[in-house]
Every structure is written in C-alpha cells, then in structure tokens.
C-alpha cells in the first residue's frame, strides 16, 4: 500500500482528527508501525494473526483517544502505540490461561485486590461515578490510577507517558499516595463508601 506522505507526530494527531485526512493517516500508520508492533506480538508467543487482531484494535483504540483529545504527546506515537499493543497482548495472553491465572492472581494480596476492584469498577456501568471520585483526587493521581488499573500498564512504560516522575519509584511512592488519600476519602464520607459499594455489587 502507497503512503501518501511522511507524517510528524503533530501532523499525524491533527490529521486523525480531520475526516478528510484520517484514511491517509492511518494508512501511514499501519506501513509505518506495523512491523515493530508485530514484532512484538510474534516474540511474546503470538502468531501473525494474533499480530494483525492486536494491531488493529491498539489503532483503533489510538484513533478514539486522539479524537477525544486524550493524546497529550508527553510520549511520541511509536511509544504511545507500543505500549497499547503491549497491553492488549499480555492482556490476551492472560485470558487464554485465565483459569490458572485468575486463582494466582487472587493469592497475590493487596495490591492485585486493589487492582481487580478498581479494573471492575471502571469497566461497569459505575464507571462514571467512579471516574468523578478520580477527578476529585486531582489529575496526577487520576491519570496515575487510570494507566495502572485500567490500562493495566507498567510502570516503566508509565514514566515515559508521566516524564514528571523520575522513575520507576517515585512512580510507586506516588500511587501509594493517591491509594491513601482514596481510603481517606471513602472513610471520611458515607456517600462515597456506598458508591463503592453499590459498584461492587454490580461488578461481577
């Protein structure tokens, strides 16, 4: 498939988000990306099938975030696009053992409770309510949670996205924080446990 043209980040961004423009940009994407997130997928027990499935929604999955806005350019696109691809490929990998898995992940403790709590409150009908309780923690912290528990990424990609955080253990000590504050804001006010609770219920 021709590409067009060479796109810059920038450039890239503002034609996804042009109706006109998108089809090229995208194109550019796929010929320019592809084989690096390929790569990816095939060496972490993929097949090329698995490869093209996994692209196609981390692209689709890119195309909404920038046309909510979402894409800041703290990280470039090629690592915006890696860690997506990363994500939802070890994600994949993790249902095709979810048996074994789940009853591991269960064991783990505190923080896999934190996190199975969190990614089943945010991907149900509560999402909203949960969302606001995010925003009142501050942005930092909201954006922190979010990449963690719902995106479920890693730490070290989330410092390239967070570049205000040195590394990997300010990072930690930062979400330690914010999950803190959380139970000090469920503890301090009945209407917030009751949102949790009732999110719970629904979550299974």
């Given amino acids: ?11 890239l961004i503002r034609d996804l988000k042009t109706a006109k423009k998108m089809d090229a940009a995208i194109r550019f994407i796929y010929n320019e990306h592809y084989p690096l997130l390929e790569n990816y997928v095939l060496n972490n ?7 093209a499935d996994v692209i196609q ?5 890119f195309v909404e975030i920038v046309k909510q806005d979402k ?3 703290d990280a470039s696109v090629k690592s915006f696009l890696f860690s997506i691809t990363k994500n939802l490929w070890l994600s994949e990998l993790r249902k095709r053992n979810s048996a074994e898995n789940r009853n591991r992940v269960f064991e783990k403790g505190k923080d896999t409770t934190e996190q199975e709590m969190i990614h089943h409150l945010i991907r149900r009908e509560h999402f909203n309510a949960i969302q606001k309780l995010f925003e009142s923690l501050g942005e930092k912290c ?8 719902y995106e479920e990424m890693q730490m070290s990609d989330i410092v390239e996205i967070m570049p205000d955080y040195q590394n990997e253990q300010v990072l930690r000590n930062k979400k330690y924080k914010c999950m803190k504050q959380l139970e000090q804001m469920m503890l301090n006010n009945e209407t917030l446990r009751t949102q949790f609770k009732n999110a719970l219920k629904h979550a299974g």
């Fill in 45 to 51: 027990k993929g097949v090329k099938e698995d490869a």
């Fill in 57 to 61: 929604e981390t692209i689709v999955a």
């Fill in 142 to 149: 909201k954006q922190l949670l979010m990449l963690v528990y």
């Fill in 71 to 73: 894409f800041r350019g």
């Fill in 1 to 11: 498939m021709q590409v067009e043209r060479i796109y810059r980040d920038d450039e």
